[in-house]
């Protein structure tokens, strides 16, 4: 069964179309890059995914059943401004707030959702620094507790919007590792990003996305200039295509 | 007046009106304070003040049919409440333009009301400024009722509420109703204000609600400190408010505030790591605290290793 099937998407947003005929899948193990320029519909795609935006037509299935916010077993990383980093919330208590969901109303965290928030920061490395607020860690480091939250529901997808935007080289190279390793543990990885190298070089797919799906396949199989030029309306001299090694 | 004085007029049973007024006044700062929290971190300041000028045409009504001044404001604040709530979904204007909107509104609305009713300066007076006196025994057990439902629904949502106030897309994702959770904060915002009207008055109402939790956040960055700190600032305030009103015969609500007004100051300046005093005090023997807005890098390190937990 596949992870995740999107099939025939089409979605509206204000009147006007964003996404047509969108027909994507995800496997476990795959780590896959949506890439796209700004406003091709990168995020609302996620949002579709969750079932957070009224679709038009089309069906996204995960794992064999309808997507449902809270029920799918999806973990969701936003872009990091939507979160409120001055909230005065320590970094485990933040990752907690991942599991609310499951949780239920009235119901108050066990030893169960403390284990999971142990083993999210431990799978991130954050867990030296359980106790800090949230307010006094770096990009990368804020990026981490965010994958964390995620993590806190040991979810088998996962979604990962803009991670690399704003960090430094060293940290965007520590976080695609990362991934990459999120991907092996036999999870779905899929993430949108504006950072063409890192993604060439460590997704094990990429899925060239605006307004429709242009191309869909392993980073050495895109190699042809005019799926980037198309996606991404640049002129064939683009240096973009020297960055992705298109001909 | 001196402590023992005040103390004795309390107790005097002439003065009935004084424990009640000074019961009031501090169980509804601390319902402000505890909701106060979630309003200062959220950053809807605004929508406070809306729903503080909000509940004066119910307040108006009530007075004008001589009912219940609590749950009069209740009702007005609530359905302002939500229509804010509901005429925000459109996003051709912003929420702030909307909420100024209904402020305004409102509060025309309820003087126009209240004007109707023979002799209504005084009593406007009283709404706008606060009052101890003429404060009803019913009152006393509609605030406590009112204080406990508000507080029993913090404690029963609060995890929720948390996650809204993080991050609402995240929020959304894992299937909490954040239209639903936004509407009964509303409400509970209007409830923790209308039950503060009496004594602290429809202008100066926003402080309890603001003041105490702000005040509260300087002192810690752990959430459940603030949240106990927050009632604890505003129903001081209260207390030493309510006395040095009856000592030096100044409005109760004006003085309530100016209390915590200066708590807030004092906080400003002597805030553990970050307050202004404490920053210059310790300069020339420990480091540069950190700056909170900015992240300190770890330079030279791909792969930083990460430091011990920061001392607490």
Request: with cysteine; aromatic share 6%; glycine share 10%.
């Amino acid at each position: 069964m596949r992870a995740l099937e999107v099939e025939g998407l089409d979605v509206d947003l204000g009147g006007r179309p964003v996404l047509r005929d969108v027909r994507l899948h995800l496997d476990r193990g795959e780590l896959v890059g949506l890439l796209g320029p700004n406003g091709a519909g990168k995020t609302t795609l996620l949002r579709a995914i969750l079932a957070l935006t009224r679709t038009r037509a089309g069906t996204v299935t995960v794992e064999g059943n309808p997507s449902r916010p809270g029920r799918s077993g999806i973990g969701y990383v936003p872009q990091r401004h939507e979160f409120t980093w001055d909230f005065p919330i320590s970094v485990e208590q933040a990752v907690l707030t991942g599991r609310t969901g499951r949780l239920g109303l009235l119901r108050r965290p066990g030893v169960s959702d403390w284990r999971a928030v142990g083993d999210a920061l431990d799978r991130v490395q954050l867990t030296g620094l359980r106790r800090r607020p949230v307010g006094e860690l770096s990009g990368g480091q804020r990026q981490r507790v965010l994958v964390a939250r995620a993590l806190a529901l040991a979810p088998r997808i996962l979604l990962l919007d803009e991670p690399f935007t704003g960090l430094d080289m060293p940290t965007q190279e520590m976080l695609g590792d990362l991934f990459v390793s999120l991907a092996r543990e036999d999870r779905a990885v899929l993430m949108t990003t504006h950072d063409l190298v890192a993604a060439v070089d460590s997704c094990t797919r990429l899925v060239l996305l605006n307004g429709r799906i242009v191309a869909d396949g392993r980073p050495a199989d895109l190699q042809d200039a005019e799926l980037w030029t198309t996606t991404f309306g640049v002129s064939a001299t683009s240096p973009l295509l020297k960055l992705v090694r298109a001909t | 007046m001196s402590i023992t004085e005040f103390l004795t007029d309390l107790l005097n049973p002439d003065l009935a009106f004084l424990p009640k007024a000074l019961a009031i006044a501090v169980m509804s700062s601390i319902v402000c304070g505890v909701v106060g929290c979630y309003v200062v971190l959220r950053g809807m300041a605004f929508i406070g003040d809306a729903v503080a000028h909000a509940v004066f045409p119910g307040i108006a009504v009530a007075f004008v049919l001589q009912g219940s001044l609590v749950l009069g404001g209740a009702v007005a604040g609530v359905v302002t409440a939500l229509l804010i709530a509901i005429f925000a979904q459109n996003r051709r204007i912003k929420e702030d333009s909307i909420i100024g909107v209904f402020l305004v509104g409102a509060f025309a609305l309820g003087i126009v009301i209240i004007s109707q009713a023979p002799g209504y300066a005084g009593s406007l007076q009283q709404f706008l400024f606060g009052s101890i006196t003429g404060i009803p025994d019913r009152d006393l057990y509609v605030v406590g009722g009112t204080g406990l439902v508000v507080l029993g629904l913090v404690l029963a949502l609060h995890k929720e509420f948390v996650a809204v106030c993080l991050d609402r897309e995240m929020s959304r994702a894992m299937g909490l109703s954040v239209f639903w959770l936004d509407i009964v904060l509303y409400v509970l915002v209007t409830l923790a204000v209308v039950i503060s009207l009496q004594t602290i008055g429809n202008i100066l109402v926003l402080a309890l609600l603001i003041t105490p939790a702000a005040a509260a956040r300087l002192l810690t960055d752990r959430l459940g400190v603030m949240m106990l700190l927050a009632p604890v600032i505003g129903g001081t305030s209260a207390v030493v408010g309510l006395y040095l009103s009856w000592s030096y015969d100044t409005p109760v609500g004006g003085t309530i505030v100016l209390v915590a007004t200066a708590i807030f100051l004092v906080a400003w300046l002597v805030a553990p790591r970050h307050g202004l005093l404490t920053r210059r005090w310790r300069r020339p023997s420990g480091p540069e605290p950190v700056d909170v807005n900015r992240p300190a890098p770890l330079p030279g390190l791909a792969h930083p290793p990460d430091p011990s937990p920061a001392v607490r």
